[in-house]
């Protein structure tokens, strides 16, 4: 059966307006989690789904990783988002695995003058609640929190390009956990 | 069936702004520019802020609106009704109850909760602006984290009148980076930004969006022997006796007589309906 079509917003205003406010507070509070039910696309988790429901459209890029990257999902995000799907260096928004993603640096981080400029990547992850491997804190934390995070080593690099750098939203089905470039990591 | 798209913005509209949001908040106090829209309501009444308060609202949202404290002054009566027709979202003027509190130039004295946003009207988000015009310049001085700049301009509010003399709009550094505009609200609310709720800030016809997360860092600039004070009018609030509330100094007959009132609407009538009852 085709499931182009289906799956996508039912009441757009309202559900994108959850979902944005969902994904504003995990953002804002770097390491909580939130759940995004209602939609479902072909091969993708429904937090990743929702986000890029929420978030791209005809004027984001889009970089799909290899394992995304067919035609079942390409042409469902073309019917619902219309985003159009770019290199890794043009990309405003990238879904993928985590090492699919790798290197970060193929990633635009900003520059000096606009840091606002750089990618958001949307990582598809087994789990969020692995063992914490991490210690974050800075703006959005009352106090340091434990998280895991796939690589710590390389969002402590990212961290230090602090005010450039990468925004994450680590998603795994229906949830996801979101760490901007501003929060101070510790390897655990 | 509403003759408007919810919270009146096109989807489309939402989206750009909402991505501008997310990179603000990534960028403490940082400005990000977005594509403003013309709103139906001048430039100066809160554009940039109503835009901000669009992207964000949910159908289950509770607005609060204030204007300089006050909930029943024009502007802030004008933006709740835009958002009950377009919205159809409950409104209320107790601060507690309000999910989302869009305000000009105060921040509520009640303190607020982590599930509470703040968002602000700003009209120059620009912090170094009045010390250097070209937009150019000032974008390389907040690359450059050049901000000699503004501390002569308070060095030179000490060498004039013996101390900052800047009562409002009076600058920050945000998380140690960015110095910030926190928008022309009084010096006796900067220490309160350190706050547990979300503070989006939104300039309209300057088209640029900026925030600060829940317990960021927010410094009021200063100098070691010219310490940073929060001012306010040396008075209690003569309706609800308040003393540790910001004060409006109010004219209120044809002889001058005045008297200071708190500032902050629904502080100083919860304050005095619990006074009235303790009474009773």
């Known amino acids: 059966m085709d499931t182009t079509l289906t799956g996508g917003f039912v009441d757009a205003p309202t559900q994108a307006a959850d979902y944005f406010r969902a994904a504003l507070g995990v953002m804002a509070k770097p390491g909580s989690v939130a759940a995004f039910h209602g939609v479902s696309a072909p091969g993708l988790p429904d937090a990743a789904t929702a986000l890029l429901l929420t978030l791209t459209d005809p004027e984001t890029p889009l970089h799909l990783a290899p394992s995304l990257a067919s035609a079942d999902v390409a042409a469902w995000l073309a019917f619902h988002t219309g985003a159009p799907v770019a290199d890794r260096g043009d990309a405003q928004f990238a879904v993928g695995r985590w090492d699919e993603l790798l290197p970060l640096t193929d990633f635009a981080v900003g520059s000096a003058e606009y840091p606002d400029r750089s990618a958001t990547l949307i990582v598809l992850c087994d789990a969020l609640d692995h063992r914490p491997n991490t210690r974050i804190s800075g703006p959005g934390l009352k106090a340091p929190k434990n998280v895991w995070l796939p690589d710590p080593v390389l969002m402590q690099a990212n961290h230090k390009l602090y005010p450039l750098g990468l925004d994450f939203l680590f998603v795994s089905g229906a949830e996801a956990m979101g760490l901007p470039r501003s929060t101070k990591i510790e390897v655990l | ?280």
């Not at chain 2, 910030?180 to 900067?190: A, E, G, L, R, V």
């Not at chain 2, 016809?205 to 940073?228: C, G, K, M, N, W």
């Not at chain 2, 003569?238 to 007959?253: H, K, T």
Request: overall charge negative; some cysteine; charged content about 25%.
């Open chain 2, 1 to 280: 069936m509403s003759d408007y798209n919810f919270a009146y913005l096109d989807e489309q509209t939402k989206r750009m702004i909402r991505r501008a949001l997310l990179k603000a908040v990534a960028i403490p106090g940082y400005q990000v520019p977005f594509a403003s829209r013309e709103m139906p309501m001048p430039y100066g009444w809160g554009t940039g802020g109503v835009q901000v308060t669009a992207a964000c609202l949910r159908p289950e949202d509770t607005l609060k609106v204030i204007d300089q404290g006050a909930d029943d002054t024009t502007n802030a009566i004008s933006i709740r009704k835009f958002f009950e027709r377009t919205a159809h979202v409950k409104v209320t003027t107790h601060t507690a109850e309000a999910t989302v509190i869009q305000t000009r130039h105060r921040i509520p004295e009640e303190p607020l909760t982590e599930d509470q946003i703040l968002v602000y009207q700003v009209p120059i988000p620009e912090p170094l602006r009045f010390l250097e015009p070209r937009e150019t310049e000032t974008r390389k001085m907040h690359a450059l984290e050049e901000y000699g700049l503004m501390h002569v301009k308070l060095y030179e509010d000490i060498a004039r009148h013996g101390e900052i003399a800047t009562s409002y709009a009076y600058p920050v550094k945000v998380e140690g980076r960015y110095v910030m505009d926190p928008s022309p609200i009084p010096k006796f609310d900067n220490p309160k930004m350190e706050m547990a709720a979300l503070q989006l800030f939104g300039a309209g016809r300057e088209q640029r969006i900026y925030a600060i997360p829940p317990y960021t860092e927010v410094v009021s600039l200063d100098f070691e022997d010219h310490p940073f004070v929060a001012s306010k009018a040396d008075h209690s609030c003569e309706l609800c006796g308040a003393d540790n509330a910001y004060l409006d100094e109010v004219i209120i007959d044809d002889a001058g007589e005045r008297m200071f009132v708190c500032s902050d609407t629904d502080y100083c009538e919860s304050r005095r309906a619990t006074q009235q009852e303790d009474a009773a």
